[in-house]
T-cell receptor, first 117, second 115 residues
Framework: KNQVEQSPQSLIILEGKNCTLQ??????????LRWYKQDTGRGPVSLTI?????NTKSNGRYTATLDADTKQSSLHITASQLSDSASYIC????????????????FGKGTKLSVKP | DSGVTQTPKHLITATGQRVTLRCSPR?????VYWYQQSLDQGLQFLIQ???????AKGNILERFSAQQFPDLHSELNLSSLELGDSALYFC??????????????FGPGTRLTVL
């Protein structure tokens, strides 16, 4: 079964510190991997998207990496800010029409990040 | 603001009742997706419409139905509600129907509470 596992489930860090969130997936056939940020009570917003041939992508203080061989991705947040407090969701896309009843996007449960002053 | 609007923001109802959730996609987007997010669960795909036609179906219960209207807004109908239907329901939209390759823009969600 296609699955996306994220760790840790939750994380508390101090403002200004760095952190790394992990995503492991068993999804085939793979199309791309996205990281979303979901503020409490809001819809997810895309941070990065990486295809099979890309192993790193940055968006400001957010840097995502992808190792397609080990089927792992990470999201590194640099110099955290209070506004980074949110859930971060890893989403792996199957190639079109391979998803069946799961759909083509397989969502992880997210990592809940709390940044404290 | 993603440009996707959903109403209502909150909905509280009783078991056995029927509700309708509404979604307006971003201007120019023809594809609409519905997702369910239960407590501490990942988003679960329910159904996708493209330009008024059903494009893909997820694990959507028979008690649930949806449609996309000519003006491209979509409605998700939930009937014979059960306690387990309490969740956040998100609508997303994209320009083209290929969900694997195109970014989906999510609305703010409707929080449904079934008592």
């Amino acid at each position: 079964k296609n699955q996306v596992e994220q760790s840790p489930q939750s994380l508390i860090i101090l403002e200004g510190k760095n952190c790394t969130l992990q995503c492991n997936y068993t999804v085939s056939p793979f199309s791309n991997l996205r990281w979303y940020k979901q503020d409490t009570g809001r819809g997810p917003v895309s941070l990065t998207i990486m295809t099979f041939s890309e192993n790193t992508k940055s968006n400001g203080r957010y840097t995502a990496t992808l190792d397609a061989d080990t089927k792992q991705s990470s999201l590194h947040i640099t110099a955290s800010q209070l506004s980074d407090s949110a859930s971060y969701i890893c989403v792996v896309s199957l190639r079109e029409n391979y998803g069946g009843s799961q759909g083509n996007l397989i969502f992880g449960k997210g990592t809940k990040l709390s940044v404290k002053p | 603001d993603s440009g996707v609007t959903q109403t209502p923001k909150h909905l509280i109802t009783a078991t056995g009742q029927r509700v309708t959730l509404r979604c307006s996609p971003r201007s120019g987007d023809l594809s609409v997706y519905w997702y369910q997010q239960s407590l501490d669960q990942g988003l679960q795909f329910l159904i996708q419409y493209y330009n008024g036609e059903e494009r893909a179906k997820g694990n959507i219960l028979e008690r649930f139905s949806a449609q996309q209207f000519p003006d491209l807004h979509s409605e998700l109908n939930l009937s014979s509600l059960e306690l387990g239907d309490s969740a956040l329901y998100f609508c997303a939209s994209s320009v083209t129907p290929e969900s694997s390759y195109n970014e989906q823009f999510f609305g703010p969600g409707t929080r449904l509470t079934v008592l």
